[in-house]
Every structure is written in structure tokens, then in C-alpha cells.
Nanobody
Framework: QVRLVESGGGSVQAGGSLRLSCAAS????????MGWYRQAPGKQRELVTT???????NYADPVKGRFTISRDDAKNTVYLQMNSLRPEDTAVYYC????????????????WGQGTQVTVSS
């Protein structure tokens, strides 16, 4: 039905930058909220940031001023620019999208990407 594919993860030294991308494809009518979550080893998945279809953004306190979320609706893609990375940002990053499906019922569902590893060394 719908697939979310993330890219851009990798390893970087503290203070460095990475840019994550997440492209949605499939039976999509529209996309409402898109966001990024992360899960560090031994910890629960946590919200990083979200962006609505209107462009309103929300950031978790630990990433405010360092991370920037954006979206390209023509490409059904959400981006996460991560600057001034810290070792505590090390985690698997997952994208999420609230999607209205192109079906007779305009069903709304939440979809997740497979995750991409971000490792920040000190």
C-alpha cells in the first residue's frame, strides 16, 4: 500500500552534520503530519520533530536549535537536517507519516519507515 524509505544515516564525529531523507510512495491521496522519531539502545522510541501539511513544526527540547525538519510535498518527502551532532544523538532514526489513502474511504493510517542508523562519536 504505502512505503516509507529512509536514507542519509551514517557515522559522524561530534559537531558534524547529517541530512536524513524519507520518501513515501504508494497509494497516497495526501499526507498530513510527517515526523522523525529515534530509538537509542535500551531506550524507548522518542519524538524528535514533526511538521504538519501547513508547515507548522514541533521539536523535542534536546534538538531545538540544532535540527531542522522540512518537507517537499511534490516528492512526498520529509527531511531532517541535523547539525552540531552530539554522541547522545546516536540512535536509529525512524520517519513517520500520517497518510490519507487513495481508496474509496479515504482511509487514514500511520506508517513507519524501516529506520536508519545515526552514530555520533566523541
Amino acid at each position: 500500500q504505502v512505503r516509507l524509505v529512509e536514507s542519509g544515516g551514517g557515522s559522524v564525529q561530534a559537531g558534524g552534520s547529517l541530512r536524513l531523507s524519507c520518501a513515501a510512495s504508494g497509494n497516497i491521496y495526501s499526507i498530513n503530519v510527517m515526523g522523525w522519531y529515534r530509538q537509542a539502545p535500551g531506550k524507548q522510541r522518542e519524538l524528535v520533530t514533526t511538521i504538519t501539511s501547513g508547515g507548522s513544526t514541533n521539536y523535542a527540547d534536546p534538538v531545538k536549535g540544532r535540527f531542522t525538519i522540512s518537507r517537499d510535498d511534490a516528492k512526498n518527502t520529509v527531511y531532517l537536517q541535523m547539525n552540531s551532532l552530539r554522541p547522545e544523538d546516536t540512535a536509529v532514526y525512524y520517519c513517520n507519516a500520517e497518510i490519507e489513502l487513495d481508496d474509496p474511504w479515504r482511509s487514514r493510517r500511520s506508517f513507519w519507515g524501516q529506520g536508519t542508523q545515526v552514530t555520533v562519536s566523541s
